[in-house]
């Protein structure tokens, strides 16, 4: 049978055409033109070449040859494999391990396929097995421990962890035992032992050899250890049973309650922090001790830590949150004598300077906070401001403050060039259209559409060259729900605010010692989820609450309801326009092709996307390679207005496609993972999987494709010439939109 090890040496260096060539030589012979392993291994073969029909119709006539072997069942996975039918694949590979319950490769190669599906258990089992018959290898251990820990079990994960750092000699102290380390504390962390976790950071500290990631590892870990167990329960029920984003967000509520504090993202996120030139590696180590320190109730270690940590970088926001729980800062004017300590020491500073709007009130504000924040801004000419301060304006004070100083700049500067006619140094030139450029988005924000277009029209007179006006101009004209508006009146200041910032100002006020838990978790869900929702009100419940409640709050006088300009195409001129400046500007021309999508011209933004996609290929097929799938969703949903059934479900599963590849393209990394140590990487890469579509852009393709099939259900097509010209057709809302623009 020496040809036969040839045929699968071949197979392992990628030689399939001379592995043929092999089974050729074995199965003429009379002796062995049956030969089951032959056959299984020429199917294999086959279907290295893409010849799938043979390569089954081989492997499937050697199992009904030898149906005891278990190289034929682990051709049979292989095959199975390939073709993505998991649960086919593990069934085979337990079959072969009937005959060979120790072969190292089908254990391999089973356990992989269990990661892959989640099957804990079973994976645990076969870690197991390996461990026992290679002892020797790290990836025994390694594999055998983390099976461990992603079941929950954290004492026994540590315990096979400790073991096997205890069996290391010093050494071979490298990167990859760093690693280890991180991966050890991220475990001791999870199972709550936060006394430990400090312990084991301060032992190994000196081994760990990337310790900026350090604090990454850290930020999910509660501040005090008596809620470790309903922490872990949480975890369970994120990891296990929260099937979509709201569960997720409800048991992520939950963690916020008992935690009053939860990352971006959780529990999946990493937050990275800003990184300096200077050499980081105490200033993580301490970091991370200044967290665990903050959880342990620790205070006066923690102040020391994160006092150090903002000397070396003053914008981290994070830190003077920490610094205030270290400091038990409870009332407002204690937090702004440290806020305004930080601004003298760091002059030049944004963040002590930006935080404390979000909390302050009444004269430091508009004296001394948003004034001086507002002209400095203004004055540099920064095109986010808005984005920076929209977060301030569920308080419907600060938007009369911040819409009366805005107002009174541009007043003076149109006078004399100056924010005051009391300040000494004229203002440059671009103030004025700065000024212009944030009330458009102010007034835009706030639902007053007209005001919005004066104010951009404006801007655009005094700079017809900058391309964010235009599309300003276009991002007010586009489509929008429809916004419940509440007049404000304080004094002799009128604003209007968006009604949910009210609403939800006055219900936390008004009933949160009353819900207790409950409001906690409708707090975390609805603004740390939410948030940037909050103008937009589709829920019928909510209507109602605004009409029926909105009488008994002091000082909001009447409700009215406004919208955007609503006007698609003349969005999109006025994108094309700013894309026109700067032809090179990718990130304009996406944007613009999205309004043309939005205005249901697909053609034209396939034509304009073109200039950024592979040459000789059509630019749809190019952005469906690149899984461009902002785009992909904006046609699903223009070919859905457009009533093209066919292919606006055609966009939705590309999107569905992309993401099962993602889940694909994971199978790869479990041995690649284990190889190289990076395991805690690799922890979250599982648990990124497990919720992968929870994305929005799943969400929304999703949603497209139910809203097509009970469209197609309740409307079926008669027969295929209906079809036909349904797809052909253009719809009434189409019709309606051409005219308006040739008019």
Partial sequence: MLFFYYLQKCYEQKQYKNGLKFAKQILTNPKYSEHGETLAMKGLTLNCLGRKEEAYEYVRR?????????????????????????????????????????????????????????????????????????????????GFGMAYHLLHDYEMALKILEAFRNTQLKSSYDYEHSELLLYQNMVIQESGALEEALTHLDQHSEQICDKLSIMETWGETLRCPQHCKLYRHCRVLCHGTATTRRETGIWCAIMFTLTKHIPPRWPYGLRRYSRRNTCPEANNLSRSSGKLYLQLKRYEDAERVYKELLLRNPENTLYYDKLQQAQQLSSTDDKLSMFTLYQELFPRAQAPRRLPLNFASGQWQSGQGLDRYLRQGLHKGVPPLFVDLRSLYKDPEKVIIIQRLVLQYIDALKKVGRFSEKDAEKEPASALLWAYYYLAQHFDFLGDTDKALTYIDAAIDHTPTLIELFVTKGRIYKVHARLFLIRYTRGSHECIVPAACVCYTWLVE????????????CYMWLVETWAHRLQVYTSVCYMWLVETWVHRLQGYTSVCLLQHAGDVYEAYKWLDEAQGLDTADRYINSKCAKYMLRANLIKEAEETCSKFTREGVSAMDNLNEMQCMWFQTECALAFQRLEKWGDSLKKCHEVDRHFSEIIEDQFDFHTYCMRKMTLRSYVGLLRLEDILRAHPFYFRAARCAIEVYLHLHDKP??????EQELNTGRSSFYTTMTSRLKS
């Fill in 510 to 521: 008004t009933w949160a010692h009353r819900l207790q838990v409950y409001t906690s978790v």
């Fill in 62 to 142: 050697g199992l009904r040859n030898d149906l005891k072997s278990h190289v034929c069942w682990h051709v049979y996975g292989l095959l199975q494999r390939s073709d993505k039918k998991y649960d086919e694949a593990i069934k085979c590979y337990r079959n072969a391990l009937k005959w060979e319950k120790d072969n190292i490769q089908i254990l391999r190669d089973l356990s992989l396929l269990q990661i892959q599906m989640r099957d804990l258990e079973g994976y645990r089992d076969t870690r197991y097995q390996l461990f026992m018959l290679r002892p020797t290898q790290r990836a025994s251990w390694i």
């Fill in 717 to 722: 097509l008669e027969d295929e010439t209906a």
